[in-house]
């Protein structure tokens, strides 16, 4: 049977990995629509590749060009924030959750009300309203699936297993790539550090993994997934990213997930779950690797992974004010407008002025996302206008 998928963020990194998956497989995935936030050339290269039904640009103002650039193929062109929701929550039984940031947050909301089963990456979505999220799963009935490498290898440990015999999951993180070197990280620039050594990704996520904000944002994307308090989920940094994760067991038994670093091996385990689809991912050769290497992390020269702990544990508008101020302050980075150690000041700044209570709906995450956001926009402005 085929299954219709919907691909939020469809030109991203993750967008084009699925894309690759399934195109390669149109006897088993229809992909009904398409999104993307502004270039519409790519977004329309791709409706016309899989015939897809709909195609949404966020950005209302190119809505003309994506009308002409689809003309007489049978595609809708559809833009802004409604069409978007209606592309996660129409005729999709699968949605691919490929934004990047707490915009994808309303379509995931959207999909999630709608009881549709979502491959979810856009780990932003979760951290922002995970409580919101996950309750919202349990009254539809949608089934969300972890695409983050990390969860889902944590997934794929747990299949078959009780969630009471789990002890402890450990999230594995490469390091990024300045794990060990420059002494000093005042002066690296935008270039070197979206070069991630492993992984190929969006920048804004190569951005986090290299200040570490992204295993912290992981982190919390855990907790809300797998139930399960700070104190049970450890972090280890293991350069190679071959073990992508792993489960303790109450009886002392550890599982753990590996294969090579390629995305399209976790989206493959979201898009046939809980059947699997073959994949032209590299073999995993243990011989060649030679070594698989394993550290504690260094709180003291990535201070986000600390923050991030600390913004989980105090709950509440916390991870909100954490995600908005970090977006905020690696789009300032990648401007060149703050320095790399910046980021993490940025984030730990706005955490302690925030002074909001408990988001108790999606209006009120957004709410406190956009008043961050203005905050920590206008306090960049003061340092450098
Ligand atoms: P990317 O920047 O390559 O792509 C982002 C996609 O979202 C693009 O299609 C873009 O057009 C769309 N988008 C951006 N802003 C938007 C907006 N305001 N409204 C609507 N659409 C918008 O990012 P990516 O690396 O593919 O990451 C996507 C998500 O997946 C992120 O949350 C990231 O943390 C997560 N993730 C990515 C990887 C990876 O390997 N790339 C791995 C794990 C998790
Ligand atoms: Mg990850």
């Known amino acids: 049977m085929t299954r219709k998928i919907a691909i939020l963020g469809a030109t991203g990194s993750i967008g084009s990995s699925t894309l690759d998956l399934v195109e390669r497989?149109?006897?088993?995935?229809?992909?009904?629509?398409?999104?993307?936030?502004?270039n519409v050339e790519s977004l329309a290269v791709i409706a016309r590749r899989t015939k897809a039904k709909l195609a949404v640009i966020a950005d209302k103002s190119r809505l003309g060009v994506l009308e002409e650039l689809l003309a007489e193929t049978g595609c809708q062109a559809a833009a802004g924030e409604q069409a978007l929701n209606e592309a996660a929550s129409g005729d999709a039984d699968l949605v691919i959750a490929a934004i990047v940031g707490c915009a994808g947050l309303k379509p995931v909301m959207a999909a999630v009300e709608a009881g549709k089963t979502v491959?979810?990456?856009?780990?932003?979505?979760?951290v922002t309203a995970g409580d919101l999220m996950i309750e919202a799963a349990t009254g539809s009935g949608a089934t969300i699936l972890p695409v983050d490498s990390e969860h889902?290898?944590?997934?794929?440990?747990?299949?078959?297993?009780?969630?009471?015999?789990?002890?402890?999951?450990i999230l594995t993180a490469s390091g990024g790539p300045f794990r060990v070197t420059p002494t000093n990280l005042g002066d690296v620039s935008p270039e070197q550090a979206v070069a991630h050594p492993n992984w190929s990704m969006g920048a804004k996520i190569s951005v986090d993994s290299a200040t570490l904000m992204n295993k912290g944002l992981e982190l919390i994307e855990a907790h809300y997934l797998?139930?399960?308090?700070?104190?049970?989920?450890?972090?280890?940094?293991h350069p190679q990213s071959t073990v992508h994760s792993l489960v303790e067991f109450v009886d002392g038994s550890v599982l753990a997930q590996l294969g090579p670093p390629d995305m399209r091996i976790?989206?493959?385990?979201?898009?046939?779950?809980?059947e699997r689809l073959a994949t032209p991912a590299e073999r995993l050769d243990l011989a060649a690797l030679g070594r698989l290497d394993f550290e504690a992390p260094?709180?003291?020269?990535?201070?986000?992974?600390?923050?991030?702990?600390e913004a989980m544990e105090a709950g509440g508008a916390a991870p909100v004010v954490l995600n908005a101020a970090n977006e905020i302050a690696v789009d300032s980075f990648l401007k060149g407008r703050i320095r790399f150690p910046e980021i993490a000041e940025?984030?730990?700044?706005?955490?302690?002025?925030?002074?909001?209570?408990?988001?108790?709906?999606?209006?009120?995450?957004?709410?406190?996302?956009r008043t961050t956001r203005a905050r920590v926009e206008a306090s960049m402005r003061e340092v450098c206008p």
Do not use: H, M
Request: contains cysteine; negative net charge; aromatic residues 8%.
């Open 266 to 274: 976790p989206i493959a385990y979201a898009l046939a779950w809980p």
């Open 298 to 309: 260094d709180l003291a020269r990535f201070p986000a992974l600390r923050i991030a702990r």
């Open 226 to 237: 797998f139930g399960l308090p700070s104190e049970r989920i450890d972090i280890v940094i």
């Open 25 to 38: 497989l149109p006897d088993r995935f229809e992909v009904v629509a398409v999104t993307a936030a502004s």
């Open 119 to 126: 491959a979810l990456a856009n780990k932003e979505a979760l």
């Open 152 to 169: 889902n290898a944590i997934f794929q440990c747990l299949a078959g297993n009780r969630r009471e015999d789990v002890s402890r999951i």
């Open 346 to 369: 940025t984030v730990e700044r706005a955490l302690g002025d925030s002074g909001f209570t408990a988001p108790r709906s999606i209006g009120d995450v957004l709410e406190i996302d």
